[in-house]
């Protein structure tokens, strides 16, 4: 019995717009263990959010999802029909958003749509029901849980709607939670506050855990390993260690050398900076997708497509023809992080 | 490693911005309208339609076969040239009314009653409705207040029996109905207007235009005006198509345009007595009617749907 | 250097908030007895979480809400006594989201150039020449001239909005989470031109972040404000290096710098930010701080001065600016 909660294999997403095909995802495979997070980071537009939505099957519609495989707990969820999809939805696998407010449902209260999840996919009493839910919100750091049950979602701030968002995701004792960018949109303490909370749930209950951002700081810090997306695929991956303090891809190091660090860019230094613009992923691309932006490029990135080249250490891979020459390791499978 | 890509860039990274740029210059969003306008197939017809009417109309003179206020007793009720009877002639291509006038030429002329009243209420509402609309929606507050209550005062009249009455008042004219429907259908542009302004004066550019200095009147008239504009269009399409059919509502009843003048709404009115015996006396006109509504109401639909936010979609 | 651009002598503003339907409105004091001084060539980060008054306070300064007590001085001139002409002409704004602070149905060329038209600047036939040099000095194509606010990506629509507020040649820019809505790659970007065009023009920025580290990399000077009032205040080493208020502590505790090797901090401050309707009593940080003493329910405490500003903490009220107790 593998140790593997979700295993994606060569996800690809084409969404059909009037000027052609946009090829928003392109041979994405990950996987997460139970009890390991999984950071996807990238800019708007790389596909991170996509990538979760096709995992929930949440697609908007007009998006086409192909997959070699995509298994929960070993087990093929890929195009098993809508029925039972949300079946597992919300039960095996749960998602948290980023924007808490248009999340909840503003008409119910939180009581209510804490239960229903449970209460849709499992045998329990609304009693039993209402106990996990104030045993979940007291979890998730909310005082008098039990009376916060009646109230609705206007009446709380930001960061408590993300922790009900959070005890909501919990209801049903999922395998895994995908959160999207769960923290943009709250204040720097408030910030620290939940993903502390997200990191110690997810070691107690021993679940996967999915985060996509694109604050490298957030990544750094509550990451087992990370996978970086660029333009539609994922251009590295490895432990949060190797990708922080050796990072392969020039894309990662670019990113990394934007970001200013206290105590190690000097004040007021012009900081590192990527040129250019990512490229438009409507039509086929030859080559490797950061070709145009890149510094170190050479005659041969822009020819083939670049396949994932697997690093000394397991688990790194980096899509690079220069790490492949670093290395001079024989080509991976294409695409497996 | 690391060296190369920290290599500082520099604020004036111009020409590297411009090699970026060319790939995916987006085209003007002028010329993204056109595209998208002619691919509109309900704004195409509707379009179409509508420049036919508007042509009879203009051309009325020129076009029509006769004089539509010309009696001739000795040649009523001719039926249309499509009819089985054989006193169906050519010279009356769309036949003849009760007291013998060419029902074409009347029918020409008429599109000039309609689209005039239609027009000319559209407009007077609009620039009530609108100014009412923009101002509350963009000082709030008490001025909020007050439109809001001149609404709802203007919502609970019945616009049918008001108009009605007044023009039952003052006599009839085509002056007298065009103010009258103007005067009374503002209320759907003042709330459109209104939440339409309240949008956009909370976006930043309007801040900045503060922070700049503007005037007020220069900030509703070029920062507001034109982002609210395309939903100005629709309402006045639709609210056109509104004042047209309430004109031949009140010509119908007998208190719009007055005879001999040939308005639509008037001659469904005059054939109402033969509709079983000359079913077409009443036909060419509501067809007429119904194709001028159901265009301008296409074209307003179409409006929506090509002047929707650039990033719908 | 020490020449005072910008002071703000313990202004407020309050708003009254309806309750609903039939209740009587109350006060929202959203700035508190605010002093400020900007000196010429600095960079002061404003910094605190939403709902803190930095909006409200920018606005101020900006000359666009006038305040409710206190005095603002623009260049040595009171700002009550100078036009909206005036003003603009001193200090302009750089708004947070590039997307809606252009208005999307006028050509790039016009929207850099209407400071000039409202300024009734007298050369029309010169707008397009200095139009174009100020788009070459924030990094933008000559040809975008005559493009549209949606044909420019993220970063190029910031730098328009840069453009904008600096053809005048303003003494001041309050930018207003400048970077927050842009990708990391073009946050640097940006963030590199503003410290070029500040030496370059001899700007002076009030900058309003939430994000310390950026906060950190541009500030000379930093505030940190905390429901209406800055309660610290000082050079940007020593507030970083040695912060007083256990406030901007948690603050800096819970930036997160990219290293793997430590984990996600706990700030501790539990009980999540308080109602601005119902502030608390005495020191209205105290429900979430750490080393609340006895008297800090009671009594809010007085700015006390240190090395290079102020803080306003009970904990340093004895021995001027000494911590009372180590723990």
Same mark, same amino acid.
């Given at each position: 019995?593998?140790?593997?909660?979700?295993?994606?294999q060569?996800?690809?997403?084409?969404?059909?717009?009037?000027?052609?095909?946009?090829?928003?995802?392109?041979?994405?495979?990950?996987?997460?263990?139970?009890?390991?997070?999984?950071c996807?980071?990238?800019?708007?537009g790389?596909?991170?959010?996509?990538?979760?939505?096709?995992?929930?099957?949440?697609?908007?519609?007009?998006?086409?999802?192909k997959?070699?495989?995509?298994?929960?707990a070993?087990e093929?969820?890929?195009?098993? #029909?809508?029925?039972?999809?949300?079946?597992?939805?919300?039960d095996?696998?749960s !998602?948290?958003?980023?924007?808490?407010?248009?999340?909840?449902?503003?008409?119910?209260?939180?009581?209510?749509?804490?239960?229903?999840?449970?209460?849709?996919h499992k045998?329990?009493?609304?009693?039993?029901?209402?106990d996990?839910?104030?045993?979940?919100l007291?979890?998730?750091?909310?005082?008098?849980?039990?009376s916060?049950l009646?109230?609705?979602?206007?009446?709380?701030?930001?960061?408590?709607?993300?922790?009900?968002?959070?005890?909501?995701?919990?209801?049903?004792?999922?395998?895994?939670?995908?959160?999207?960018?769960?923290?943009?949109?709250?204040?720097?303490?408030?910030?620290?506050?939940?993903?502390?909370?997200?990191?110690?749930?997810?070691?107690?209950?021993? !679940?996967?855990?999915?985060?996509?951002?694109?604050?490298?700081?957030?990544?750094?810090?509550?990451?087992?390993?990370? +996978?970086?997306?660029?333009?539609?695929?994922?251009?590295?991956?490895? /432990? +949060?260690?190797?990708?922080?303090?050796?990072?392969?891809?020039?894309?990662?190091?670019?990113?990394?050398?934007?970001?200013?660090?206290p #105590?190690?860019?000097?004040?007021?230094?012009?900081?590192?900076?990527?040129?250019?613009?990512?490229?438009?992923?409507?039509?086929?691309?030859?080559?490797?997708?950061?070709?145009?932006?890149?510094?170190?490029?050479?005659?041969n990135?822009?020819?083939?497509?670049?396949?994932?080249f697997?690093?000394?250490?397991?688990?790194?891979?980096?899509?690079?023809?220069?790490?492949?020459?670093? /290395?001079? =390791?024989?080509?991976?499978?294409?695409?497996?992080? | 490693?690391?060296?190369?890509?920290? /290599?500082?860039?520099? #604020?004036?990274?111009?020409?590297?911005? *411009?090699?970026?740029?060319?790939?995916?210059?987006?085209p003007?969003?002028?010329?993204?309208?056109?595209?998208?306008?002619?691919?509109?197939?309900?704004?195409?017809?509707?379009?179409?339609?509508?420049?036919?009417?508007?042509l009879?109309?203009?051309?009325?003179?020129?076009?029509?076969?006769?004089d539509?206020?010309?009696?001739?007793?000795?040649?009523?009720?001719?039926?249309?040239?499509?009819?089985e009877?054989e006193?169906?002639?050519?010279?009356?291509?769309?036949?003849?009314d009760?007291?013998?006038?060419?029902?074409?030429?009347?029918?020409?002329?008429g599109?000039?009653? *309609?689209?005039?009243?239609?027009?000319?209420?559209m407009?007077?509402?609009?620039?009530?409705?609108?100014?009412?609309?923009?101002?509350?929606?963009?000082?709030?507050?008490?001025?909020?207040?007050?439109?809001?209550?001149?609404?709802?005062?203007?919502? $609970?009249?019945?616009?049918?029996?008001?108009?009605?009455?007044?023009?039952?008042l003052?006599?009839?004219?085509l /002056?007298?109905?065009?103010?009258?429907l103007?005067?009374?259908?503002?209320?759907r542009f003042?709330?459109?207007?209104?939440?339409?302004?309240?949008?956009?004066?909370?976006?930043d550019?309007v801040? &900045?235009?503060? $922070?700049?200095?503007?005037?007020?009147?220069?900030?509703?008239?070029?920062?507001?005006?034109?982002?609210?504009?395309?939903?100005?269009?629709?309402?006045?399409?639709?609210?056109?198509?509104?004042?047209?059919l309430?004109?031949a509502?009140?010509?119908?009843? #007998?208190?719009g345009?007055?005879?001999?003048?040939?308005?639509?709404?008037?001659?469904?009115?005059?054939?109402?007595?033969? @509709?079983?015996?000359? +079913?077409w006396?009443?036909?060419?006109?509501?067809?007429?009617?119904?194709?001028?509504?159901?265009? @301008?109401?296409?074209?307003?639909?179409?409006?929506?749907?090509?002047?929707?936010?650039?990033?719908?979609? | 250097?020490?020449?005072?651009?910008?002071?703000?002598?313990?202004? *407020?503003?309050?708003?009254?908030?309806?309750?609903?339907?039939?209740?009587?409105?109350?006060?929202?004091?959203?700035?508190?007895?605010?002093n400020?001084?900007?000196?010429?060539?600095?960079?002061?980060?404003?910094v605190?979480?939403?709902?803190?008054?930095?909006?409200?306070?920018?606005?101020?300064?900006?000359g666009?809400?006038?305040p409710?007590a206190?005095?603002?001085?623009?260049?040595?001139?009171?700002?009550?006594?100078?036009?909206?002409?005036?003003?603009?002409?001193?200090?302009?704004?750089?708004f947070?989201?590039?997307?809606?602070?252009?208005?999307?149905?006028?050509?790039?060329?016009?929207?850099i150039?209407?400071?000039?038209?409202?300024?009734?600047?007298?050369?029309?036939?010169?707008w397009?020449?200095?139009?174009?040099?100020?788009?070459?000095?924030?990094?933008?194509? =000559?040809?975008?001239?005559?493009?549209?606010?949606?044909?420019?990506?993220?970063?190029?629509?910031?730098?328009? &909005?840069?453009?904008?507020?600096?053809?005048?040649?303003?003494?001041?820019?309050?930018?207003?989470?400048?970077?927050?809505?842009?990708?990391?790659?073009?946050q $640097?970007?940006?963030?590199?031109?503003?410290?070029?065009?500040?030496?370059e023009?001899?700007?002076?920025?009030?900058?309003?972040?939430?994000?310390?580290?950026?906060?950190?990399?541009?500030?000379?000077?930093?505030?940190?404000?905390?429901?209406?009032?800055?309660?610290?205040?000082?050079?940007?080493e020593?507030?970083?290096n040695?912060?007083?208020?256990?406030?901007?502590?948690?603050?800096?505790?819970?930036?997160?710098?990219?290293?793997?090797?430590?984990?996600?901090?706990d700030?501790?401050?539990g009980?999540?930010?308080?109602?601005?309707?119902?502030?608390?009593?005495?020191?209205s940080?105290?429900?979430?701080?750490?080393?609340?003493l006895?008297?800090?329910a009671q009594?809010?405490?007085?700015? @006390?001065?240190?090395?290079?500003?102020?803080?306003?903490c009970?904990?340093?009220e004895?021995?001027?600016?000494?911590?009372?107790?180590? $723990?």
């Open positions: 019995m593998s140790n593997k909660i979700l295993e994606v060569d996800l690809t997403i084409d969404i059909p717009t009037p000027s052609g095909t946009l090829h928003a995802v392109q041979s994405v495979s990950i996987h997460v263990d139970r009890g390991e997070t999984l996807i980071v990238g800019e708007s790389c596909g991170k959010s996509l990538t979760s939505l096709a995992i929930m099957d949440l697609l908007p519609r007009k998006a086409v999802r997959a070699t495989r995509l298994e929960l070993g093929s969820v890929f195009d098993i #029909g809508e029925r039972r999809m949300s079946d597992i939805r919300g095996r696998m !998602m948290i958003f980023q924007e808490p407010m248009t999340s909840l449902n503003p008409a119910y209260t939180i009581g209510d749509q804490l239960t229903e999840a449970l209460r849709r045998k329990v009493s609304r009693r039993e029901a209402r996990r839910a104030v045993f979940l007291e979890k998730v750091g909310i005082t008098a849980a039990a916060r009646g109230q609705y979602p206007h009446q709380l701030s930001g960061g408590l709607r993300q922790r009900v968002m959070i005890a909501m995701a919990l209801m049903c004792g999922p395998d895994l939670i995908i959160a999207d960018e769960p923290t943009t949109a709250l204040d720097v303490t408030i910030q620290a506050q939940i993903l502390h909370l997200l990191a110690e749930l997810q070691r107690e209950f021993n !679940m996967g855990l999915i985060l996509i951002t694109h604050d490298l700081g957030v990544v750094a810090r509550i990451a087992d390993r990370v +996978a970086v997306m660029y333009a539609g695929q994922i251009v590295e991956t490895g /432990t +949060a260690k190797q990708i922080f303090k050796n990072p392969a891809h020039p894309y990662t190091r670019g990113l990394l050398a934007c970001i200013p660090i #105590g190690q860019t000097a004040r007021g230094a012009h900081l590192g900076a990527i040129p250019g613009i990512v490229p438009s992923l409507v039509g086929r691309m030859p080559g490797c997708h950061f070709a145009s932006r890149c510094s170190e490029v050479r005659d990135c822009t020819t083939a497509p670049i396949p994932q697997e690093g000394a250490e397991p688990g790194r891979s980096v899509r690079c023809l220069l790490a492949d020459e670093a /290395t001079g =390791r024989e080509p991976a499978r294409e695409g497996a992080a | 490693m690391t060296d190369v890509i920290k /290599t500082p860039v520099g #604020g004036q990274g111009g020409s590297i911005l *411009s090699s970026g740029l060319d790939g995916v210059l987006e003007s969003p002028g010329s993204l309208l056109r595209k998208r306008i002619f691919g509109h197939a309900g704004l195409m017809i509707g379009g179409g339609v509508l420049l036919i009417i508007f009879m109309a203009i051309l009325a003179p020129v076009i029509s076969p006769g539509p206020y010309d009696q001739d007793l000795s040649r009523k009720l001719i039926p249309p040239v499509w009819h009877s006193k169906a002639t050519w010279e009356h291509p769309l036949g003849t009760l007291l013998g006038r060419d029902y074409m030429s009347r029918l020409f002329y599109a000039r009653i *309609s689209l005039l009243i239609g027009f000319a209420a407009l007077i509402s609009g620039v009530i409705g609108t100014t009412l609309g923009v101002l509350a929606g963009y000082f709030g507050g008490k001025v909020d207040m007050v439109v809001n209550f001149i609404i709802t005062t203007r919502l $609970s009249m019945p616009v049918v029996l008001v108009a009605l009455a007044i023009v039952s003052v006599g009839s004219s /002056t007298v109905v065009i103010w009258v103007g005067l009374l259908i503002w209320d003042a709330v459109v207007m209104r939440s339409a302004t309240q949008q956009v004066r909370g976006l550019f801040a &900045a235009a503060q $922070s700049l200095g503007c005037s007020t009147r220069r900030i509703i008239l070029s920062e507001i005006m034109p982002n609210i504009a395309n939903q100005l269009i629709v309402i006045a399409t639709i609210e056109m198509a509104h004042a047209i309430l004109e509502a009140l010509s119908f009843l #007998g208190l345009v007055q005879p001999p003048d040939p308005g639509w709404g008037l001659m469904i009115a005059e054939a109402k007595g033969m @509709i079983f015996f000359d +079913a006396l009443i036909t060419i006109p509501g067809v007429a009617l119904f194709a001028l509504v159901l265009s @301008i109401n296409l074209v307003g639909d179409g409006m929506r749907d090509v002047t929707a936010p650039e990033n719908r979609n | 250097m020490n020449e005072v651009v910008l002071d703000a002598r313990d202004i *407020s503003r309050s708003f009254m908030i309806s309750q609903g339907f039939m209740r009587a409105k109350r006060p929202l004091h959203a700035v508190n007895g605010v400020l001084k900007l000196h010429r060539g600095e960079v002061l980060a404003l605190g979480e939403s709902g803190c008054g930095k909006t409200t306070l920018a606005k101020m300064l900006l666009l809400l006038p409710s206190g005095t603002l001085e623009l260049d040595g001139q009171p700002l009550a006594s100078l036009s909206h002409l005036e003003v603009a002409r001193i200090v302009q704004p750089i947070q989201d590039p997307y809606s602070s252009l208005n999307p149905r006028k050509s790039i060329g016009s929207i150039t209407l400071p000039l038209q409202v300024q009734g600047d007298k050369d029309p036939a010169s397009r020449q200095r139009a174009e040099e100020i788009m070459e000095l924030v990094g933008l194509p =000559r040809r975008v001239y005559n493009n549209f606010p949606s044909q420019l990506s993220g970063g190029q629509r910031q730098r328009v &909005a840069i453009a904008r507020a600096l053809i005048n040649r303003p003494r001041v820019v309050i930018c207003d989470e400048p970077t927050s809505a842009l990708d990391v790659s073009v $640097s970007q940006i963030l590199n031109l503003l410290q070029d065009l500040r030496q023009l001899g700007l002076t920025y009030l900058m309003i972040s939430h994000n310390l580290a950026v906060v950190e990399h541009m500030a000379t000077r930093i505030a940190v404000m905390y429901l209406g009032r800055i309660v610290e205040e000082g050079e940007a020593s507030v970083y040695s912060p007083r208020h256990p406030y901007t502590e948690a603050l800096l505790g819970s930036v997160l710098t990219p290293d793997p090797s430590l984990g996600v901090p700030t501790h401050l009980a999540a930010y308080p109602n601005p309707l119902d502030m608390p009593s005495g020191c940080f105290h429900p979430r701080c750490t080393k609340m006895p008297q800090c009594q809010a405490p007085s700015p @006390i001065p240190t090395e290079s500003g102020h803080v306003e009970s904990l340093y004895e021995n001027k600016g000494k911590m009372r107790i180590t $723990s």
